[in-house]
């Protein structure tokens, strides 16, 4: 069976830091780009980090840049998005999931991620 399955997330004051993990299962990690989306509340999913099988390559949504690193472990099966600087506008549902050549594209069950003082 196909899984992501998260941890890590909670609450922090702004400019504080947390890590998200991802823990896959069920197919060939390191053959998959893999990414991280957001969904804050009333708005809908924005994507915030890719990062390549391949090569490794990271991307990241302009208001991220700088402040969040998306890394993974393929010996662990293991994705991981470091957040640091946080700020208000960071609160989401942060979701896990793969490039859309895993079909039926795999999604992790969400973490909440809250921003506040």
């Known amino acids: 069976e196909v899984q992501l399955v998260q941890s890590g997330g909670g609450l922090v004051q702004p400019g504080g830091s947390l890590r998200l993990s991802c823990v896959a299962s069920?197919?060939?990690?390191?053959?998959?780009?893999m990414s991280w989306v957001r969904q804050a509340p009333s708005k809908g999913r924005e994507w915030v980090s890719t990062?390549?099988?391949?090569?490794?390559?990271?991307y990241y949504t302009d208001s991220v840049k700088g402040r969040f690193t998306i890394s993974r472990d393929n010996a662990k099966n293991t994705l991981y998005l470091q957040m640091n600087s946080l700020k208000p506008e960071d609160t989401a549902v942060y979701y896990c999931?793969?490039?859309?050549?895993?079909?039926?594209?795999?999604w992790g069950q969400g973490t909440q991620v809250t921003v506040s003082s």
């Open positions: 999931t793969t490039d859309a050549t895993l079909q039926p594209q795999p």
């Open positions: 069920g197919f060939t990690f390191g053959s998959y780009d």
């Open positions: 990062i390549e099988s391949s090569t490794g390559a990271t």
